[in-house]
């Protein structure tokens, strides 16, 4: 089964720009979606598809993929973007969908 | 609005099962998928399987397998999570969350959303 890879903790520092990356195989044949944690909350989407955003998420947010990586990026971060960040897929060989191990975003 | 609402936290012996429910409102129940995801405490998301649309179908993570069975009632638009054979380590936060998809240029993508409050499921004897 597939595999997708975080980096478990990254920082900001306020108003700037970070992005937080998952990398897979399974990537390089379906999309990622990724969803945003904070503490006691449920999983929020943030990103969804080639780059799609639900209604009432930021424009900060953004997504992209390259091969076997998909990529979150925020531009200007909030205090209020402190969050654990999770991406998801399908895995490519069952029908069967995947998270990586979440990373941990600080915003200095 | 979309919404899923889930029942209230379990406390369960070792051993036991738990069923844990998820209603739907606000969309077409008979239109999506739902997924079940779970996370222990101070862990990540794991996800466990889903049910399709009519609920004749499940697919379940190889970890769960034997143990965890899903189910609907599309009377009530409510989804249902049982596991069976409980120990300490399931002790963790139970989420359904509802299946979107799409497919451009040949490539699918697929998203949850939106997920339940979540349930607190606890293994302790």
């Known amino acids: 089964s597939s595999e997708l890879t975080q980096d478990p903790t990254v920082s900001v520092a306020l108003g700037q720009t970070v992005r937080i990356t998952c990398q897979g195989d399974?990537?390089?044949?379906?999309?990622a979606s990724w969803y945003q944690q904070k503490p006691g909350q449920a999983p929020l989407l943030v990103i969804y598809g080639k780059n799609n955003r639900p209604s009432g998420i930021p424009d900060r947010f953004s997504g992209s993929s390259s091969g076997n990586t998909a990529s979150l990026t925020i531009t200007g971060a909030q205090a209020e973007d402190e969050a654990d960040y999770y991406c998801n897929s399908r895995d490519s060989s069952v029908y069967h969908w995947v998270f990586g191990g979440g990373t941990k975003l600080t915003v200095l | 609005q979309v919404q899923l609402v889930q029942s209230g936290a379990e406390v369960k012996k070792p051993g036991a099962s738990v069923k844990v429910s998820c209603k739907s409102s606000?969309?077409?129940?008979?239109?999506?998928?739902m997924h079940w995801v779970r996370q222990a405490p101070g862990q990540g998301l794991e996800w466990m399987g889903l049910?399709?649309?009519?609920?004749?179908?499940?697919t379940y993570a190889q970890k769960m397998q034997g143990r965890v069975t899903m189910t609907r009632d599309m009377s009530t638009s409510t989804d249902y999570l049982e596991l069976s054979s409980l120990r300490s380590e399931d002790t963790a936060v139970y989420y359904c969350?509802?299946?979107?998809?799409?497919?451009?240029?040949?490539?699918?993508?697929?998203?949850?959303?939106?997920w339940g409050q979540g349930t607190l499921v606890t293994v302790s004897s």
């Open positions: 399974s990537l390089r044949s379906f999309y």
């Open positions: 049910i399709n649309p009519s609920g004749g179908t499940t």
């Open positions: 606000g969309y077409s129940f008979t239109s999506h998928y």
């Open positions: 969350a509802r299946d979107n998809s799409f497919t451009i240029n040949g490539v699918s993508g697929w998203w949850f959303d939106p």
